[in-house]
């Protein structure tokens, strides 16, 4: 896997439905939602939380989960063994697969809300 498996999750990198009403009980005059679906599978657990980092690196070989940041506040990194790297930053939101090999690197204080799920 490389930089290129990572996946910032935007309309224009997911795939675009619109999820059926069944089981919804609409209570305004209208609704509407769409969904931009950038990833998926199969999971038996998961975790997620807050989380607070200072600036540092770790590499991680591999990565032990399917995991979706959202960064609140800060800048970090992912960099892949062969020195492809992308940075995000506050307000940005990611997807790194299950088996990236990699380094994280924060780059300033950073928070985020994270969400891990193991297959």
Known sequence: MSISDIVRLTPQNGRTTVPPLDGY?????????????????????????????EPGAVRIDPWPYDEICVLLSGRVAVADLDGGRAEFGAGEAFFIPRGFAGDWVTIEPTSKIFVAVTR
Do not use: D, F, I, N
């Open 25 to 53: 009980q609409v209570l305004s005059e209208r609704w509407e939602e769409t969904e931009y679906l950038a990833y998926g599978g199969p999971a038996r657990e998961y975790s997620g939380g807050y989380w607070t980092g």
